[in-house]
């Protein structure tokens, strides 16, 4: 029994041994695989990143009596972005112009594939930034004085010592000084401003092109473009109210629109008895005045969000005061005057109210004007928080902020904007 067991042993290795041996020396009995035809180059996968932004909004919390309340903590406040609750990481107050951290910020979460350096602490504690923006391109030249003392008055009313403050005009003042506690910087800087904005002669006597008249819209462009060059630039200071006094006599894109047709009538040889409207030699003329609204509102809407991204409060002030009626020597239609006046003015306020400021328009009381900004730089909270929601395409976010106390009245702003997405570099 036992020799048996030992020859069934040797002979399954044996067997084994045979086929090791078999399939080491014929490697082409392998079954044949089908050769694959090559297959097209897949095009890369988009990869989608999305940032973390600490978002911050002034508050400002007054009682029954209009009285700034200063002893609010972050869990009596709650924030609402698009009805959304939001969880509240940071909390500066800023009361008399004293900056108090009550809350930091945690560090916001890395993002793949990048390392941040930590951030280093600042030591400025300046709690009011200030910055003038002079459009001297929409400032008629008589205007001149009445700017020059506005600015008087800004740093008897305004403008303290302590204050950082920056100075920029968009046209022949040639402003332009960067962030600065020196008060000298201001005093030099007044009789330098002077108003070269267009009289509505020049406008309505001027190259009119398919957007209307061109150098009117050229003067836009810049004074938007500086502007928003600006608020980008303001976005590097955080956790600050930073007040942008914005000075100007506002825009109008398609100004005088009736005169300035019959003037090109005029330069044609048409009969003006004709419906002017419809001549084929003024027909793109008008049909570019029609889209100038929309154009003006694309502008101001862009400067707006990018204010709002920045945490920047617009204060326009328009120093032409108590509006009436126009110079005795402008050979303009009254109604035509009033319609170019409601414009202007109503473009400031828009740049005003949608950033949480006010408008300083047709009105002559300046001091009080500048009393209440001084008082809404002066005490004021801000709140920071990361959004919870990752969809880069909800651009516009609408904010909402609320105090668990009872009977106060709260200020934020109310809405922001995410960055434009960059574009793909994919081939």
């Known amino acids: 029994m036992r020799n048996s067991a030992k020859c069934l042993y040797a002979g399954a290795l044996a067997f084994l041994l045979a086929v090791g041996l078999h399939a080491q020396a014929s490697p082409q009995t392998a079954p044949a695989t089908t050769a694959q035809p090559p297959q097209p180059p897949q095009p890369p996968q988009p990869t989608f990143r999305a940032s973390v932004d600490l978002v911050t909004t002034d508050v400002i919390v007054r009682d029954g009596r209009d009285q700034f309340v200063a002893d609010l903590k972050a869990g009596e406040f709650d924030v609402f972005e698009d009805g959304v609750k939001q969880d509240i990481v940071s909390l500066v107050l800023t009361h008399g112009g004293r900056v108090y951290n009550v809350q930091q910020p945690p560090t916001p979460p890395a993002q793949e594939g990048i390392i941040l350096p930590p951030s ?55 402003i332009s000084q960067q962030l600065t506690y020196d008060r000298q910087v201001l005093e030099s800087a007044i009789s330098r401003v002077t108003g070269g904005g267009l009289r509505p002669e020049e406008i309505i006597k001027g190259m009119t092109g398919t957007q209307g008249p061109t150098e009117l819209r050229y003067r836009a462009h810049v004074a938007f473009s500086t502007a928003y060059e600006l608020m980008k630039n303001l976005e590097k200071l955080q ?39 419809s001549d084929p030699f003024l027909r793109d003329i008008n049909q570019g005045s029609q889209f100038a609204e929309a154009d003006l509102v694309s502008e101001l809407g862009q400067l707006v969000r990018t204010a709002n991204r ?20 402008e050979e303009v239609e009254t109604k035509e005057w009033q319609n170019y006046v409601r414009e202007t003015q109503d473009s400031l306020r828009v740049l005003a109210e949608q950033t949480g400021g006010i408008a300083v328009v047709n009105q002559n009381d300046f001091d009080k004007a500048l009393k209440r900004i001084d008082a809404e730089t002066s005490d004021y909270y801000v709140l920071g928080y990361y959004s919870s929601n990752p969809d880069p395409l909800k651009r516009t976010r609408r904010i909402e902020v609320k105090a668990k106390r009872d009977n106060l009245n709260v200020w934020s702003r109310t809405s922001y904007s995410l960055r434009a997405l960059p574009p793909s570099t994919a081939p």
């Open 120 to 174: 280093r602490p600042t030591n400025d504690a300046a709690g009011r930034v200030f910055l003038i923006f002079i459009d001297d391109l929409h400032l008629d030249f008589r205007s001149t004085p009445r700017t020059r003392e506005l600015i008087k008055k800004m740093l008897r009313n305004l403008i303290h010592e302590g204050d950082m403050f920056g100075i920029v005009t968009t046209g022949t003042s040639s």
């Open 239 to 277: 956790n600050r109210r930073k007040a942008v006094i914005y000075i100007s006599s506002g825009y109008d894109f398609n100004p005088f629109a009736d005169s300035r047709l019959k003037y090109q009538a005029e330069q044609f040889q048409i009969d003006p008895s004709t419906d002017l409207k």
């Open 310 to 329: 920045a945490n920047a409060t617009f204060y326009t002030i328009d120093p032409r005061g108590l509006v009436a009626g126009p110079d005795l020597d």
